[in-house]
């Protein structure tokens, strides 16, 4: 972006600048103050203290005097990469009724972060590729065996539960004919009372179709002689 610059005061280690856009210089316009000991900057559009981010008044002037990176004061967190890492610590402590998924997003978000970042420390070492591989393999056969452990005490804990329920099932049905020997008490069945039509009930009536129906008999052609009528 093609800026104009010019120093409008020095005031010990404070520097005043005018920096605008070569294309609009009348509408963007804008000073900065800039303190190379603390690396302090201030501009008069005051972009940061709205959106977060330096305008280009105050990246020109860090450019006039050969600071590559950004300071820390002005990276603000929500625009980088770990933005999300206080929320996820939120969603670790918040109740979720339980839900499996909500549990582990944030542990997996986190952790593949933290791994890619490793990888991105030592791409550039082959002694640390080396250390990474070695770690990696190690780690993979140790989560395999306490995988295959919890599996194993899972499925031992279902035979055991499935056993107890048949025990208790084969309880239930033994007690009943134990008790039945035991008792010489006779049994009374109770059977259901006659049906009973009650007198002067109404029938229903037949409907138009039903009368026509039934009264209708088929005829052929030629066996139905009309009635003789003159008007």
């Excluded at 005031?11 to 005018?18: T, V």
């Excluded at 549990?103 to 420390?121: G, H, Q």
Aim: glycine share 4%; charged share 25%.
């Amino acid at each position: 972006m093609g800026c104009i610059s010019n120093v409008n005061y020095i005031n010990g280690n404070f520097f005043g600048y005018k920096v605008q856009h070569e294309s609009w210089p009348e509408h963007t316009a804008h000073y900065v103050a800039f303190d190379p000991t603390t690396n302090s900057i201030k501009c008069t559009c005051r972009n940061f203290e709205e959106s977060g981010w330096l305008c280009f008044h105050a990246i020109r002037v860090l450019h006039i005097h050969s600071i590559v990176n950004i300071p820390e004061q002005y990276i603000s967190k929500r625009w980088t990469k770990f933005a999300k890492s206080e929320v996820w610590k939120r969603m670790e402590h918040r109740e979720d009724n339980g839900t499996e998924k909500r549990k582990i997003t944030p542990w997996r978000y986190e952790m593949a972060r933290n791994l890619y970042n490793l990888v991105i420390k030592c791409q550039g070492s082959d002694a640390a590729k080396k250390v990474l591989k070695e770690a990696y393999a190690h780690a993979n056969e140790s989560i395999n065996k306490v995988l295959e452990k919890e599996k194993a005490a899972q499925k031992e804990a279902a035979q055991k539960a499935q056993d107890d329920v048949e025990a208790q099932q084969t309880t239930i049905n033994i007690a009943p004919s134990t008790s039945s020997s035991s008792s010489n008490a006779p049994q009374i069945i109770v059977e259901n009372p006659p049906l009973v039509k009650t007198k002067g009930r109404s029938k229903r009536k037949k409907g138009f179709f039903e009368i026509r129906t039934s009264s209708t008999a088929p005829t052929e052609f030629g066996t139905f002689t009309p009635k003789e009528q003159l008007f």
